[in-house]
């Protein structure tokens, strides 16, 4: 942990009299303002579209550099934010189950019984029905997912609204930090806009914008997958197909980007700028043609890896560092609380971002909705250097319930020093001398403990 984050984690350890329900409280005196933008299918490499937010949150915060989703699918990403738990603790495994979330568990229902002001912006959880209040929100404007001219549920209201979705959550969300100036409760806005998911339909005044050019990289397609399980042999999108999606993603994210720029102007008009701790992160990352595939729910790199960024000057974040730990969304619930001072009595499968927890690995998991999926369920045991995955004849239905045999029906491992692109699996053909070699015995012990943990 640097020194600014021993700094803030020290701020925030010394409480008043506990909260009924939480363990302890820091005074509101010093408890930050919270700002958590999540964006909805952002790979990692899209920084040409997000400079004025990199410039702000990573020039004068933290940017992670290893930053992840434990679950690469939006409802059960967005629950791990809101719960700190892996899928397998909280239910949401697919996006059919939104509704299998314990809403006590969630860091909105902490902050807001802690007193905290508390507003949602945009796009909730997938499948949940728009008529519904977002439960511990006192203020909502919930997208009925889209682009352009969509209908919303704005504080029980259930109406049409006409413009671009993302604009819309920019005023909203400028509005609700506008009525800090009045309201001296510390608040937490979830600000969620729908870029960059397909269709991925810029804004009029980016709909031609050009971007840089992009030559692919080694996995992209990938001319050998016979090493690779099944689907990812049947994959057939090529080069063209990833770049014109990278291209419409880039132009929907110049605007979340000038919404970012837009919250930072007003936070330093409201002199809230210092003490308001800002946490960006994608949901899930997205395949531009690696190894053939567009989209999400695999267990290579491109879709799980994320931009993760983190600012809170006032408590001592705020020095354009660089964080190379292995860090992933379950840790975003423990460190807004540990920077609220606040204890939750419901447990989390993350860290506080604050504290000096290093993690070897991380557990990453998927799974597939019902039974005509392509590619079976799959957990993966992620390295700095290197990468596990088992496949499972496993399934869920609506609810997230599992069935199936459990069977491991693939598996694949990769040295991320040597081969970053998951190139070459090494147990494709592997005999049981190799595989003790590579250590496969621990390691699928390892990803059973973690399954179960």
């Keep these: 942990m640097t020194g600014s984050a021993a700094t803030a984690a020290a701020a925030v350890a010394a409480t008043s009299p506990a909260i ?80 299998s979330l314990d809403q006590s568990t969630t860091v909105q229902r902490h902050l807001k019984q802690a007193g905290y002001r508390t507003g949602l912006f945009g796009k909730y959880l997938n499948s949940w029905p728009l008529a519904d209040a977002p439960p511990h929100f006192e203020e909502w404007a919930l997208l009925q997912p889209g682009y352009v001219d969509r209908q919303w549920n704005v504080n029980g209201t259930v109406q049409t609204i006409n413009g671009y979705t993302t604009n819309i959550i920019r005023n909203r969300t400028l509005a609700f930090l506008e009525r800090a100036r009045t309201d001296t409760r510390p608040w937490f806005a979830y600000v969620t806009p729908y870029a960059s998911h397909e269709p991925n339909t810029p804004a009029a005044q980016y ?61 330093a008009a409201i002199g809230q700028l210092d003490n308001t701790l800002v946490i960006y992160i994608g949901d899930n990352g997205f395949q531009w043609a690696d190894h053939g595939l567009l989209g999400k729910g695999t267990p290579y790199s491109p879709a799980h890896e994320v931009p993760f960024y983190l600012s809170w000057p006032a408590g001592g974040l705020g020095g354009g560092t660089t964080d190379n730990r292995i860090v992933a969304n379950i840790d975003i619930a423990p460190t807004i609380l540990a920077a609220a001072g606040i204890i939750p009595g419901t447990p989390h499968d993350g860290e506080s ?101």
């Design 20 to 99: 009924p329900g939480f363990t302890g409280v820091a005074s509101s005196a010093a408890r930050p303002n919270v700002l958590l933008i999540v964006t909805d299918d952002q790979p990692k490499q899209t920084n040409w579209a997000i400079q004025k937010t990199i410039n702000w949150l990573g020039g004068q915060g933290v940017t992670f550099s290893n930053g992840h989703v434990t679950t690469p699918l939006c409802a059960p990403s967005r629950s791990s934010i809101f719960s700190g738990r892996y899928a397998h603790n909280h239910g949401v495994r697919n996006n059919a189950a939104s509704l």
């Design 207 to 267: 709909a031609d914008t050009v971007v840089p050019a992009w030559n692919g990289r080694p996995s992209v397609p990938e001319a050998d997958r016979s090493d690779k399980p099944a689907y990812v042999q049947n994959a057939t999108n090529t080069l063209a197909d990833g770049r014109a999606v990278r291209t419409r993603q880039l132009r929907t994210l110049l605007s979340v980007d000038d919404a970012v720029q837009a919250f930072r102007d007003k936070l």
């Design 353 to 453: 971002l604050l504290s000096a927890f290093d993690r070897d690995h991380l557990l990453i998991e998927w799974w597939k909705q019902g039974t005509a999926g392509v590619k079976d369920s799959w957990a993966s045991f992620v390295a700095r250097n290197r990468q596990y995955v088992e496949y499972y004849d496993l399934h869920t239905d609506t609810s997230g319930r599992v069935s199936g045999t459990g069977q491991v029906t693939f598996r694949e491992y990769y040295d991320l020093v040597n081969d970053p692109y998951q190139l070459t699996n090494r147990l494709y053909q592997a005999t049981p001398a190799d595989e003790q070699n590579l250590g496969i015995p621990t390691l699928a012990a390892r990803l059973a403990a973690d399954r179960q943990s």
